[in-house]
């Protein structure tokens, strides 16, 4: 069918063909409400599928030399490249980012992971070290079958984080995409079929969290699970995995805290505190809490409403939108839930605190909240919306106290012109990333995860060829064979 002029199959993709269900479900635009697909709806019949292809095309891909893995990763870069301005299209009419974003930034990045991971392959330093002459000799052997899954706030981006990785790694892989976003996997299977992935390599199964996802899980041919969502999934992910004791790694949520010290650069420190509504606050990453030094709350609370309050909401396609819809009405509707209990604690709204009637309600207006009693709900809970809180500190220790006071540990942003601050500060606060005097500033070299609830395990760089692969370590003494060596 077409989307935005752009032919999709809405159709799994298993063992290199489509695949069709009886069932299918509807697949809903953010921009307008409208059913703009209806996709096959997999059950475990379909898991086991593609499981079993995966494990099929694993066979010989396991064993394709590592230069040979590399050529095929850039070509499906190459691919996404190429059909940029489809994949942009698409996504946007299926989640909602701003088209220019997915033009300039997304896709670039959704092709970078495949670039980068394929380089990374070429350049895999392998540790070789000597033990009373023995050698030890360290290699990353493939594992097999990797089952993906991806939420729908960035899925062409998120889901190629990981699909790079593993088939760098000589795994064979099974995505299931989130179902309020599935589209532009299934033109990512095209584009990996263009570039020459073998058959059965790279499988996606279309379908809801609780029957295709929770078949995937608890398959025991498969011996990778990576996942990106929500907390409260990860729990029933773990808990399937552990029936095989299936490895596992996990990107979760966040309530990262924004750090402004009294040595800071205010413009600086506010330009990016507006920009964690991007996305219309769908970003596991953002700083949400904004804790600012007391000396300078006032200037910074003038600054940043003047700031937010020139954003502009409207349809992610127009280049003059800033902010575009949540993912759904009911997303909107969580999201408020969450606004209408902080007021009901007596926080003070000093920014929006709706859905934003006149755009049709899919819009949730840029919120910020002031004066939170101590404890409320919305200080510790990811809201997945454009609603930050704001928080004076009187002194490092406090900041560091609020920083750190939520169950989560995902990221964080400091702002300070002081390097020993930074460094001092940056020691004690629990996160997987923080950006010192920036902000999602991201180098595929470094590990990526979360601390606490926020995740188990890191992806990335050489933390993404340790999970996806068998890592080996080969002993050997010394030789006998007049050859010399070990
Ligand atoms: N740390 C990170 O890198 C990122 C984390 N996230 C987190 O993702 C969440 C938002 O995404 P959602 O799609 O709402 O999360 P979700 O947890 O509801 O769903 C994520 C995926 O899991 C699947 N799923 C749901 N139940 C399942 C089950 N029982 N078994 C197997 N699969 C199941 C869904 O179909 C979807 O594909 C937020 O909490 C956000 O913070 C989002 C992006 C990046
Ligand atoms: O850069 C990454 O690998 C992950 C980024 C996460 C998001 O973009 C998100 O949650 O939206």
């Known amino acids: 069918m077409k989307v935005e002029d752009v032919e999709v199959s809405t159709e799994h993709w298993i063992g290199g063909e489509r695949v069709a269900s009886a069932q299918v479900f509807d697949d809903v635009s953010p921009i307008d409400g409208a059913t703009i697909a209806e996709v096959a709806r997999g059950s475990r019949r379909e898991i086991d599928l593609a499981v079993a292809a995966a494990k099929s095309g694993f066979q010989a891909w396991g064993r394709t030399p590592p230069q040979e893995r590399a050529r095929v990763l850039h070509a499906i870069a190459a691919g ?78 998120l889901a190629t984080w990981k699909i790079a990785p593993a088939l760098a790694s000589g795994a064979a892989v099974v995505l ?32 809801l969290g609780e029957e295709a996802g929770a078949a995937l899980v608890r398959h025991p041919d498969v011996d990778r699970i990576s996942f990106t969502g929500s907390t409260q999934t990860a729990r029933s992910i773990a808990a399937a995995a552990a029936r095989n004791l299936t490895p596992l790694s996990f990107e979760l949520g966040g309530k990262s805290p924004f750090l402004v010290f009294d040595d800071a650069d205010l413009e600086l420190a506010v330009t990016h505190a507006v920009g964690q509504y991007d996305h219309a606050g769908q970003v596991c990453l953002a700083a949400t809490r904004l804790l600012v030094h007391r000396r300078l709350y006032d200037a910074f609370l003038a600054r940043f409403l003047e700031r937010a309050r020139a954003l502009r909401q409207g349809d992610p396609r127009d280049p003059a939108t800033d902010i575009g819809p949540q993912i759904a009405r009911e997303h909107v509707a969580r999201i408020d839930r969450f606004v209408q209990t902080a007021i009901g604690r007596g926080a003070r709204v000093a920014l929006g605190g709706g859905p934003n009637e006149e755009l049709g309600g899919l819009h949730y207006r840029p919120t910020l909240f002031v004066d939170v009693p101590d404890g409320a709900e919305i ?28 169950r989560y540990g995902l990221a964080a942003a400091i702002f300070t012109q002081d390097r020993a601050r930074a460094e001092r500060v940056s020691q004690r606060i629990v996160a997987g990333t923080i950006w010192v005097n920036c902000f999602f500033v991201r180098d595929l070299r470094a590990p990526f995860g979360g601390a606490r609830q926020s995740g188990v395990g890191r992806e990335g760089g050489n933390w993404s060829f340790d999970f996806y692969a068998d890592v080996k370590n080969v002993c050997t003494a010394p030789w006998n064979d007049g050859a010399g060596g070990s």
């Open 176 to 207: 299931k995409p989130a179902e309020w976003s599935p589209l532009t996997a299934s033109l990512l299977a095209d584009i990996t079929h263009e570039a020459g992935l073998p058959p059965g390599v790279f499988n996606v199964v279309q379908g």
């Open 80 to 157: 996404i490249e190429r059909r940029l301005p489809e994949l942009a299209a698409v996504e946007t009419r299926d989640a909602g980012p701003l088209l220019r974003a997915m033009q300039r930034s997304v896709v670039p990045r959704a092709a970078h992971n495949f670039h980068h991971f394929a380089d990374h392959l070429s350049a895999l330093e392998v540790p070789d070290f000597e033990t009373r002459g023995h050698r030890n000799h360290v290699r990353w052997e493939p594992s097999g079958v990797v089952a993906l899954i991806t939420p729908w706030n960035a899925p062409l981006m």
């Open 379 to 406: 200080l510790q809970e990811e809201v997945f919306g454009p609603v930050l809180t704001l928080q004076p500190f009187d002194d490092d220790e406090e900041a560091i106290a609020l920083a750190n006071g939520t």
